[in-house]
Nanobody
Framework: QVQLVESGGGSVQAGESLRLSCTTF????????VGWFRQAPGKEREGVAAIKTTVGGTPTAYADSVKGRFTISQDNAKNTVYLQMNSLNPEDTAMYYCAAGPAGGWLSAVKYNFWGQGTQVPVSS
């Protein structure tokens, strides 16, 4: 059974940084994507960042709104994917979810099979 557990959320002020962690259980990364998504109140869930594990490396993808500020990475030994978030602003306030899915998942939420429970990130101005 695949399980994803997020951690690291919490209240921060604008300009501060936060690192989210997503630890997976029962999931093999090779050839697949792990993504971070977020959903703000009243808005649709949007893809933030994704990472794919391949033999040749770990390509990544980012939403335009977070490029240059967020970095996704993974530690295979710990079965954990991280989302380093810098220069946070109030528009980043949302529930953040990690998800595991197929090779072509990238930032498309509908393509992901497994989801965590989410971790809240409120950013105050």
């Amino acid at each position: 059974q695949v399980q994803l557990v997020e951690s690291g959320g919490g209240s921060v002020q604008a300009g501060e940084s936060l690192r989210l962690s997503c630890t997976t259980f029962g999931y093999t990364y090779t050839g697949k994507c792990v993504g971070w998504f977020r959903q703000a109140p009243g808005k649709e869930r949007e893809g933030v960042a994704a990472i794919k594990t391949t033999v040749g490396g770990t390509p990544t993808a980012y939403a335009d709104s977070v490029k240059g500020r967020f970095t996704i990475s993974q530690d295979n030994a710990k079965n954990t994917v991280y989302l380093q978030m810098n220069s946070l602003n109030p528009e980043d306030t949302a529930m953040y979810y990690c998800a595991a899915g197929p090779a072509g998942g990238w930032l498309s939420a509908v393509k992901y099979n497994f989801w965590g429970q989410g971790t809240q990130v409120p950013v105050s101005s």
